[in-house]
């Protein structure tokens, strides 16, 4: 009996890196309902109409004026007017809003990069939470059978009421643990289930860790630089912010007004046309310097964001490796020192009792626990750097 309990708790941590979840189908499900998602395109809609509305001409503009006198006198005026820019000033509010737009697309695409990769870690956590469960659940099915052998064993006189307590006990204080496992997993489902839109998504499959690979730094650091979807995006923000420069200094250009007049006074009437001319030299101060300060904090914080990411990605790499060996050193540890045989052998040839027992399977569960642990930390960190790949 004693054997069937510990050969269950190697089977139930032994490990296992077969790619067999559902991870893509769950992360498209996300793509399709998140809200968060569906409110950035409709945002990113929104903001390219308005930025085209802006570079609209003017409305037209119609005057009328009646006049009179003491005398008897009148006289009354009629028009039609249309102001517009300088004509190089809708060109560049054109480029402008280009940019814009496409810098747009670019960080709507990241804000879906960060929501899979959210969705990811949730997944990664629910896999690391059932085989907690899987585990705590071999054990309880194991002392289950144990405290029935005990019981009759103590009705036959063989064992005492006092061993078959310390079973009951140690089986609560498995149970403790489960559910505190069984809360953890609904919250992150509860999570996942939120990025969906609040549609409930089938985690059943949820059960092994997919199949990631560590590679070297520079791997990891050329598809940060090439294929992470927030350079792009911010270099086109950079462009951006550089073409609203040009259009603020385009705007600084004098404006024009140029309407047709009909005017009626002293019994004759007058047609004629005016011109106006605006200068804004006034409106338009510091705005083409606060626009081209805009493109140079942009450009720096592309610049600070690539360091940064370069540096995390070295820190993580190293994490990795040195999870990778101690993940190894546990799985030489199982498979060198037959652990169940030893205390198998203890226990039946009465070198040791339930007390004791109990004590070493729960050192023995708590091994196993930090290493199931460890192989999250570790799935999670490959998750981080993989993502870009």
Do not use: C
């Not at 399709?32 to 085209?52: C, G, K, Q, V």
């Not at 007017?81 to 054109?94: E, I, L, N, T």
């Not at 809360?183 to 999570?191: F, G, I, K, V």
């Amino acid at each position: 009996m004693i054997r069937m309990i510990l050969s269950a708790l190697a089977v139930a941590t032994a490990v296992n890196t077969l790619a067999t979840n559902p991870f893509s189908d769950i992360e498209q499900e996300i793509a399709e309902n998140n809200p968060e998602l569906a409110s950035a395109r409709l945002e990113y809609e929104s903001a390219r109409l308005n930025d085209a509305a802006d570079n609209n001409l003017s409305d037209p503009e119609v005057e009328f004026e009646h006049l009179w006198s003491r005398g008897g006198h009148k006289k009354w005026s009629a028009g039609i007017s249309q102001s517009f820019d300088w004509p190089g000033a809708y060109g560049a509010r054109s480029n402008a809003a280009r940019t814009k737009a496409e810098a747009r697309g670019m960080m709507l695409e990241r804000q879906q990069s960060e929501v899979m990769f959210k969705a990811r870690g949730l997944m990664l956590e629910i896999v690391g939470i059932n085989r907690q469960l899987e585990l705590t659940d071999s054990i309880l099915s194991n002392l289950s059978l144990l405290e029935e052998r005990i019981g009759k064993a103590v009705g036959q006189g063989h064992a005492t009421r006092l061993d078959l307590g310390k079973i009951k006990f140690a089986a609560l204080s498995l149970m403790e643990d489960r559910d505190s496992r069984l809360n953890q997993l609904a919250a992150a489902r509860a999570s996942l289930n939120a990025l969906n839109g609040g549609k409930a998504t089938d985690i059943s499959g949820l059960t092994v860790y997919p199949s990631e690979r560590l590679l070297d730094e520079k791997d990891y650091i050329d598809a940060f630089d090439n294929s992470n979807p927030y350079l792009p995006a911010m270099q086109a923000q950079v462009r951006a912010a550089e073409a609203e420069a040009k259009a603020v200094s385009r705007s600084a250009l004098p404006s024009f007004t140029v309407g047709y007049r009909h005017a009626y006074e002293e019994e004759m009437h007058y047609n004629g046309f005016a011109v106006g001319m605006s200068l804004p030299f006034l409106s338009t101060r510091h705005k083409k310097k606060a626009a081209e300060a805009d493109a140079l904090a942009r450009s720096l914080d592309m610049d600070s964001y690539r360091f940064s990411g370069h540096a995390a990605i070295i820190a993580d790499v190293a994490s990795a490796r040195r999870m990778k060996q101690r993940l190894e050193s546990f799985e030489k540890t199982f498979s060198d020192a037959d652990y169940s045989s030893i205390l198998n052998r203890l226990y039946e040839n009465g070198q040791i009792g339930v007390i004791d027992y109990i004590t070493e399977i729960n050192y023995y569960l708590d091994i196993r626990r930090q290493y199931l642990q460890l192989q999250n930390e570790y799935q999670l960190t490959l998750a981080s750097l993989n993502r870009y790949l």
